[in-house]
């Protein structure tokens, strides 16, 4: 299974060197202290029965955490999110949209997987003062 995010400095490309070395070690347990995409955890899902990730990005630790927690509000919240926000006008009131403006944790995660998506290639940064 590969991640749903397009992420820069993903570790997709390692995915079939993660499965050979956990088929040969035996291994059952991913930590992922940097999981960005969760390419690895994705790569090594039916392997591992345990996995903890984390990310220094709250923001992609939210969207992981709303779609494990709400995964089908988060569906939904994606689905209208990609309905209402369309073209570059969309696209620029969506990225936009102040905290308070965010709502519940599953669409402030469908949030920033609508971003990701739309972004060149994945690429998405925040200035100083914690905005897209």
């Not at 079939?16 to 059952?28: D, E, Q």
């Amino acid at each position: 299974m590969n991640s749903p995010l397009k992420y820069p400095g993903s570790k997709r490309w390692a995915a079939s060197i993660y499965r050979a070395a956990w088929a040969v070690n035996g291994c059952t347990r991913l930590v992922d202290p940097l999981c960005g995409s969760c390419a690895a955890f994705f790569a090594l899902i039916e392997p591992c029965n345990k996995a903890v990730i984390g990310d220094a990005s709250e923001a992609l630790v939210k969207l992981w955490t709303d779609l494990r927690d709400e995964p089908k509000l988060f569906a939904a919240a994606v689905a209208k999110l990609l309905e209402e926000h369309k073209g570059a006008r969309g696209y620029y009131t969506l990225r936009a949209c102040t905290e308070s403006d965010r709502g519940p944790a599953a669409v402030r995660g469908a949030r920033w997987f609508v971003l990701n998506r739309l972004c060149f290639n994945g690429l998405w940064r925040f200035n100083q003062k914690g905005e897209f």
